[in-house]
């Protein structure tokens, strides 16, 4: 259950990470281009669901409250 879980959410957060990156590179903002760079990369890296949810729902909300 644990790899496919970590499978699941990876896709999700990379898949959240992308259309942040687009925007940000549209809209040249640097908190949503490298926020959506960076969730695009950690999922390669988090070996647990808690953390990988944890470090995902930070990266998502940071744009929102840090305007780069």
Known sequence: MTSEALLLWGVVFSSVGLGF???GKKQQRLSPLLCGLALMVYPYF???VPLLLGIGVVLV???YFVRL
């Open 21 to 23: 990156f687009v925007y």
């Open 46 to 48: 988090v070996g647990t």
């Open 61 to 63: 909300a940071l744009p």
